[in-house]
C-alpha cells in the first residue's frame, strides 16, 4: 500500500498514519473470512444424518427481496447537514477502499463521514479490486466502481433525502472548475486531529472505549488549519483532497445515537447480492423451518449462523493474543456449545475453507448437544441459476451474502479479531433486548449474538463501526 504524504506533513502525522497503515492491516489479515474453491462437492451429510424435507410454505421465489429496505431518510443526518458549512471550493475523493466487505463498507462511510465533517463534495467512491488469483493481494491498485458492492440509486436518492447538502459527483471529470494545474493533495483524515489533546466530550453511547476521542467539529478545524499550508494566493478552481483509506478510527458515538444508528444505512448492498441472500434464507425455511416468518428482522429458534475463521491465512499470522481464539479447536467447542441457546434446527457456516467447514460438521455430530443438528454453507442452499450465479460473484462478493444471511440468524457466533463478525455483531446489536454488550462474559455478548475474545480487546472495532 502506498502511503503518499503530502510535502510539509510532519513526523507526527507520519507516525500517526503508520499507526493506522497498522491497523489497518491487522483488520485485513485477520478479515478474510472465505477462501472458497471454484466448486462445491463433498457431501455435507457424510457421518450426519440428512434431515427429510419438511412441506413448506416457503417456497423459493426470485423475485423476492428480503433485504429491500426503504431509502434512508433521517432526521438526525439532516439535522448534521442542516448545520454544516457547505464549501463549494473542497471536493474530497475516496478511491482507496480496499480487503472485505467489512473494510470497505467501514472505509467507504469514513470518507462520507469526513466529507461532511469539512463540507467537502464527495466524488462517488471507488474500490479497490482484490486479485482473483491470489486473494490475500489486496492493493492491486486495480478500482472499480461502487456499484461492485453496494446499490448506487439507493445510496443517491438517500443522500438527497438524507443530507441534501452534501453534493456527491458522479466522476472526478464532473468537478467543476477543475484546474488540472494542480495536483489533488493526499490526506490520512484522522492525522489532522491531535490525538494529544485531552477528551473533547464525554461518549454519549457505551460503544467509545478506550480510543481517541474525537467529535467533528474538532476535526474540521484541525483540517482546515491543516489545509492551510498548501494556500496558493489567486488560485483557480477547487481544491481537490484524496481520501486515504480509513476505518476504525472515527468514534461513531460522537455524533449522537440517533446519527449513529441511522449513518451506516446511506450504504446498502447491491441487488443480486440481496436476491441471493434471499434465496438462501428461502432454502433455508423450506428444508428447516417452515414455520419461520420470513419477514421478520430475525427468526428465533430457527438457524444458528456461525463464523468459522480458521482459514490458513488466520493461523499463520495470529497474534499472541488471539493464539486462543484463532484456532479449529477453540471455536468449534465454543460455537458447539453455544448452539443449544437458540434451539435452532439448523446450523449455517459461514468459511471460506470447505475442509474446515467439513472438520466442523464432523464435530457437530460428534457432540451430545448438537448430534441431530444438520450444518449448511450457502453453497448447499442454492440451486441451479441461483448456484449459478453465486459462482459467478467474486470471493468478496460471495462474502456479502453470508453477511445478510447472518443478521436473520436466531443466534451468531464470531471471533474478536475479525472486522466482518463486528459488523454483523453491531448490527444484530440494534435488534437485541440486552442493552450492554461489552462487559462479558465474551468479547461481545448479547441475547443475539457472541463474539469470542479477550474482554475489552479490539476497542476499536465497538467504538468505529456504524451499525
Ligand atoms: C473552503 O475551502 C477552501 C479550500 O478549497 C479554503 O481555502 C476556504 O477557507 C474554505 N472556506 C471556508 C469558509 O471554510
Ligand atoms: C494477481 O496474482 C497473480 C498470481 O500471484 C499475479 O500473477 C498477477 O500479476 C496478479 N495481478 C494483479 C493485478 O496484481
Ligand atoms: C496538541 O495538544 C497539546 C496538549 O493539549 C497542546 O500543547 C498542543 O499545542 C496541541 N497542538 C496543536 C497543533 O493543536
Ligand atoms: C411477520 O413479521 C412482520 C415484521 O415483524 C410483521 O409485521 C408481520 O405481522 C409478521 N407476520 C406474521 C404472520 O406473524
Ligand atoms: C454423550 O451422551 C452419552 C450418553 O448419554 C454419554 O455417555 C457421553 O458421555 C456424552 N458425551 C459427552 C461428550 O458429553
Ligand atoms: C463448477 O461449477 C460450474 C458453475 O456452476 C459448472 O459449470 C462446472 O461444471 C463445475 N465443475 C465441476 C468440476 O463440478
Redesign the pocket.
Known amino acids: 500500500m502506498a502511503l503518499e504524504l503530502p510535502a510539509g506533513v510532519n513526523k507526527r502525522y507520519a507516525t500517526l498514519a503508520a499507526i493506522t497503515i497498522s491497523i489497518f492491516w491487522l483488520w485485513i489479515v485477520f478479515d478474510r473470512p472465505y477462501e472458497l474453491p471454484d466448486n462445491i462437492s463433498w457431501n455435507i451429510y457424510s457421518g450426519a444424518t440428512k434431515p427429510t424435507a419438511t412441506t413448506s410454505t416457503h417456497a423459493i421465489d426470485s423475485t423476492v427481496d428480503l433485504f429491500d429496505v426503504p431509502v434512508l431518510e433521517s432526521e438526525a443526518l439532516k439535522e448534521v447537514c442542516y448545520e454544516t458549512h457547505w464549501n463549494k471550493s473542497l471536493v474530497f475523493t475516496c478511491d482507496e477502499s480496499a480487503g472485505g466487505i467489512g473494510s470497505i463498507r467501514s472505509s467507504v462511510l469514513h470518507c462520507i463521514r469526513y466529507a461532511v465533517a469539512a463540507g467537502a463534495s464527495l466524488v462517488l467512491p471507488s474500490i479497490v479490486l482484490r486479485n482473483a488469483s491470489d486473494i490475500s493481494h489486496i492493493s492491486t491498485g486495480l478500482k472499480t466502481d461502487l456499484e461492485y458492492m453496494f446499490d448506487v440509486p439507493y445510496f443517491m436518492h438517500s443522500v438527497r433525502l438524507s443530507c441534501p447538502g452534501l453534493n456527491i459527483l458522479e466522476s472526478k471529470a464532473k468537478i467543476k472548475d477543475l484546474n488540472t494545474e494542480y495536483d489533488a493533495i493526499s490526506l490520512l483524515p484522522d492525522s489532522v486531529v ?1 490525538f ?3 477528551i473533547h466530550g464525554q461518549p454519549k453511547l457505551e460503544k467509545v472505549i478506550g480510543t481517541s476521542f474525537h467529535d467533528p467539529i474538532t476535526w474540521r478545524a484541525e483540517f482546515y488549519g491543516w489545509l492551510r499550508q498548501f494556500y496558493i494566493k489567486d488560485r483557480k478552481g477547487p481544491v481537490v483532497v484524496d481520501l486515504e483509506i480509513s476505518h476504525l478510527q472515527y468514534p461513531v458515538a460522537s455524533d449522537g445515537e440517533g446519527f449513529a444508528l441511522d449513518f451506516g444505512s446511506l450504504l446498502r448492498f447491491r441487488a443480486d447480492v440481496r436476491g441471493l441472500a434471499t434465496q438462501v434464507i428461502q432454502g433455508l425455511a423450506e428444508q428447516y423451518t417452515p414455520n419461520i416468518n420470513l419477514t421478520a428482522d430475525y427468526y428465533p429458534n430457527a438457524f444458528f449462523g456461525v463464523h468459522l475463521r480458521t482459514e490458513k491465512d488466520a493461523a499463520e499470522l495470529r497474534l499472541a493474543q488471539d493464539s486462543t481464539f484463532s484456532s479449529f479447536e477453540t471455536q468449534s467447542r465454543l460455537y458447539l456449545d453455544q448452539t443449544p441457546q437458540s434451539q435452532p434446527s439448523v446450523i449455517y457456516v459461514s468459511s471460506g475453507d470447505l475442509d474446515e467447514v467439513a472438520k466442523f460438521t464432523l464435530e457437530a455430530t460428534k457432540n451430545n448437544n448438537t448430534v441431530n443438528i444438520p450444518v449448511v454453507t450457502k453453497f448447499d442452499l442454492l440451486k441451479g441459476v441461483a448456484l449459478a450465479e453465486l459462482n459467478a460473484l467474486t470471493w468478496d462478493q460471495q462474502a456479502m451474502v453470508d453477511f445478510l444471511v447472518m443478521l436473520k440468524a436466531s443466534d451468531f457466533a464470531g471471533v474478536g479479531h475479525s472486522g466482518f463478525a463486528w459488523n454483523i455483531a453491531l448490527k444484530r446489536h440494534t435488534l437485541a433486548q440486552q442493552k450492554k454488550y461489552l462487559d462479558g462474559p465474551q468479547m461481545l455478548s448479547d441475547d443475539l449474538s457472541q463474539i469470542y475474545g479477550n474482554v475489552r480487546g479490539y476497542p476499536e472495532f465497538a467504538a468505529c463501526i456504524w451499525p
Open positions: 491531535n494529544t489533546n485531552p
